[in-house]
């Protein structure tokens, strides 16, 4: 079945870049969305942005301005940017897989996740 | 901006039956998830669309709406179900569908 995993650098600076990546593997990354979602420590879920395999993207209104997701189908990875980072982006970031309809009304849900990996902001 | 609305805990004795509810305005209009997310874990999904459940989700587990609220409910709770319970919708009144998490409900197992 398919898996996700997550990496990247555990600690960034103020002001910097975060970046991540999520590799899939027991499955193709063509045909599905894939989202990054995130968790302070001790708080709830919130919805990053979500990528489908041809590069179309869709982002939290909250984020939009600092949110890059990508895609590499060729090693079935997709990718988050978040720029200017500070303390309060400091969480859990996880990577998971999308389902996306329009019948009866548009939804989207998350059915695979991978097992997060935790990113710190500080100096 | 859209908001979906839980209890911060809901407490239950083993074998009881355990119910986390969900509210928010377009839920008449959208389907609503459920995620289970145990200390140190990744969220698992436990039902879809209202009241679906994904395969190896066991069948105490269940899922229903009416009208604004949508509930889990857990029959029969066991130890192995205290968890955190995330509910999660979309919002599509704007021009993009937006993905959005409840708060999150603590299930304590007494």
């Known amino acids: 079945q398919v898996q996700l995993q997550e990496s990247g650098p555990g600690l960034v600076k103020p002001s910097e870049t975060l970046s991540l990546t999520c590799t899939v593997s027991g499955g193709s990354i063509s045909s599905y969305y894939w989202s990054w979602i995130r968790q302070p420590p001790g708080k709830g879920l919130e919805w990053i942005g979500y990528i489908y395999y041809s590069g179309s993207t869709n982002y939290n209104p909250s984020l939009k301005s600092r949110v890059t997701i990508s895609v590499d189908t060729s090693k079935n990875q997709f990718s988050l940017k978040l720029s200017s980072v500070t303390a309060a982006d400091t969480a859990v970031y996880y990577c998971?897989?999308?389902?996306?309809?329009?019948?009866?009304?548009?939804?989207?849900?998350?059915?695979?996740w991978g097992k997060g990996t935790t990113v710190t902001v500080s100096s | 901006s859209y908001e979906l609305t839980q209890p911060p805990s809901v407490s239950v004795s083993p074998g009881q039956t355990a119910r986390i509810t969900c509210s928010g305005d377009?839920?008449?209009?959208?389907?609503a998830y459920w995620y289970q997310q145990k200390p140190g874990q990744a969220p698992v999904l436990v039902i879809y669309?209202?009241?679906e459940r994904p395969s190896g989700i066991p069948e105490r587990f269940s899922g229903s709406s009416s009208g604004t609220t949508v509930t889990l409910t857990i029959s029969g709770v066991q130890a192995e179900d205290e968890a955190d319970y995330y509910c999660q919708s979309a919002d599509s009144s704007g021009t993009y569908l937006h993905v959005v998490f409840g708060g999150g409900t603590k299930l304590t197992v007494l």
């Open positions: 377009a839920l008449p209009k959208q389907y």
């Open positions: 998971a897989r999308g389902v996306r309809g329009v019948i009866p009304y548009y939804y989207y849900y998350m059915d695979v």
């Open positions: 669309k209202d009241s």
